[in-house]
């Protein structure tokens, strides 16, 4: 999740599209560079240890845009692939 934040703050796409689960992930992903990303807050984590396939991170983003400061909240999914973890999809709270 902190990975997929610092991709989405340094502008880094192709990372993004990466760190997704091919499921679910776009063919292309554009970002908006107008928003500037700045903290991430996660609230809580369940399942995702040594032994699950499965993890779900709640999170709270904050970021700036043309508009002003605004939050994003979501409950992410991740399945483990290999060595990692790719996100899956999320629920926005």
Do not use: H, K, N
């Amino acid at each position: 999740m902190r990975s997929r934040f610092s991709a989405f703050a340094l502008g880094l796409a192709a990372y993004l599209v990466e760190s997704w689960d091919p499921a679910t992930r776009p063919d292309s992903l554009e970002l908006d560079d107008t928003v500037e990303w700045r903290r991430l807050f996660i609230s809580d984590t369940s399942r995702g240890g040594p032994g699950d396939t499965e993890g779900f991170v709640t999170f709270t983003a904050i970021g700036r845009g043309p508009e002003g400061r605004f939050e994003q909240r979501e409950r992410s999914r991740f399945l483990r692939a290999g060595a990692g973890w790719r996100y899956v999809d999320g629920e926005e709270l």
